[in-house]
């Protein structure tokens, strides 16, 4: 009930509770969140309802969804809960929800990966704003920095290098571009500490 704005065919194809199978109340749970799914890539944020009854024949299911207007991507509102040391610019430039596009979902999903994929983030949360005036969905997005260096250290042992000492340095966000810089050095002993070989080596990359 209450679909009008998409084909109703290819929703009832996405139900799991059908005609003819075993009934499981937790199919509408899962149904409701299919049907849900489905609206929000259209640009939609529904509400959908499931109920069933019995009866002498079997269980009668019913979906009711209420559609709500068509929605388009607004503006995202930046925040963190402590000094951000990373450049705005950075953070927007990983964000697929372009202004007054159509609203989708799977890019605010993976917006929120591609914040993770910098390595820069150790948390990344959005919250919609949904404007019925406007038909605008604006954005609240907090995300909460990892530290920007670490130093590791490591000390191992081998048949060919009996002592062997690594360590290196890291940065995550060098000039705040996000670029990330690595220094790394290696030392190794033979079983009577005298010197096998040294090595180091640095590098840099840029998302």
Known sequence: KGVTSVPL????????????????PAFLIVDTL?????????????????????????????????EGPSYRFGKVYLSSPGDLHVSTHLIRR????????PFRMTRVERSIEHLYDTGLFSQAQITLLPDTGTRQVEFDLRVR????????????????????????????????????????????LDERARFLLAGGQASLMEP
Request: proline content about 3%.
């Open 9 to 24: 065919d290819p929703i009832q194809g996405r139900v799991l509770a059908r005609a003819g199978r075993p009934f499981n």
């Open 34 to 66: 299919r049907v849900a799914r489905y609206y929000q890539e259209r640009g939609f944020l529904p509400r959908v309802g499931a109920s069933f009854t019995r009866d002498s024949l079997g269980v009668r299911v019913s979906y009711a969804v209420m």
């Open 94 to 101: 990983e964000l697929m929800m372009r202004e007054t596009e």
């Open 145 to 188: 920095e990892r530290k920007t260096h670490w130093l590791d250290a490591g000390v191992g042992s081998s048949s060919a290098e009996r002592f062997r000492f690594t360590g290196e340095w890291g940065h995550r966000n060098l000039d705040r571009r996000g670029m990330q810089g690595v220094v790394g050095s290696r030392l190794a």
